[in-house]
């Protein structure tokens, strides 16, 4: 359920990337949206079982597309807006979120280097080197690292209010209990960057990858 709303949430913003004239991506977005929003209401409990509206292929097919309307609207914003530099990320999870993890390195491959900042391209950066990680089911040691020198050269200082350092400790020594009480210790009084709940490396991966709430990613 979390997840879906912050999908709802992610695609109402980024309609607004989309220029006006560009009737056919907005309706392409809310033809789909409207049966996602049916399917999730009506047939998520039951299943099939109890809802006329859909086949049962009808069904899987909407089950297994469900990321369609966001990838649309992401694809739409990037096309008529290339330096809105937000929407590389957004694109990113979007993969992510669709179980897409073989195609973020590719999409970083496009991005131009000219049109996003440092910082941005570093958080691209680490969402790609994630996403290796959950594919491969492997700790991506010597690209954490290379990552970590170039946040302490370069984006120190920018980033001194988010857990970036923290996080990439973690990525590198793996060790969860430390990187918890490193949370603890950065946000002491907010709840909401809590990771008490989260026992495993990937859950943690996961749940920071989805929120975008200033832990890490913009």
């Known amino acids: 359920m979390y997840k879906k709303f912050l999908l709802l949430i992610s695609v109402l ?10 009737i056919d991506c907005q309706k392409q977005f809310y033809d789909l ?20 509206n859909f086949t049962e292929k009808e069904y899987n097919a909407l089950k297994n597309n469900i990321n369609d309307s966001l990838q649309i609207t992401v694809d739409c914003a990037l096309k008529n807006d290339r330096k809105n530099e937000i929407l590389y ?3 990113m999870k979007q993969l992510f979120l669709s179980n897409q993890l073989k195609e973020v390195s590719p999409f970083l491959k496009t ?6 900042k440092e910082d941005i391209y570093f958080q691209l950066s680490l969402f790609d080197v994630l996403c290796k990680e959950l594919l491969l089911n492997r700790i991506q040691i010597k690209e954490y690292t290379n990552l970590q020198k170039y946040y302490y050269q370069k984006l120190n200082v920018q980033y001194k209010d988010r857990a970036i350092k923290e996080f990439l400790n973690y990525l ?4 969860i209990e430390d990187f918890k009480k490193d949370m603890k210790k950065k946000y ?17 991966i996961k749940e ?4 975008g709430d200033n832990l890490v990613f913009d």
Do not use: F, G, H
């Open 33 to 52: 949206y409207t049966k996602r929003y049916s399917l999730w209401i009506a047939m998520d409990k039951n299943e099939i079982l109890s809802n006329d």
């Open 111 to 116: 991005v131009d280097k000219n049109i996003v």
């Open 89 to 91: 990320l957004y694109k």
């Open 208 to 211: 920071i990858m989805v929120r």
């Open 172 to 175: 590198i020594n793996d060790n």
């Open 13 to 22: 913003l980024l309609l607004t990337n989309c220029k006006k004239d560009e």
């Open 188 to 204: 002491p009084n907010s709840s909401s960057m809590s990771l008490e709940n989260e026992s495993n490396r990937q859950s943690i």
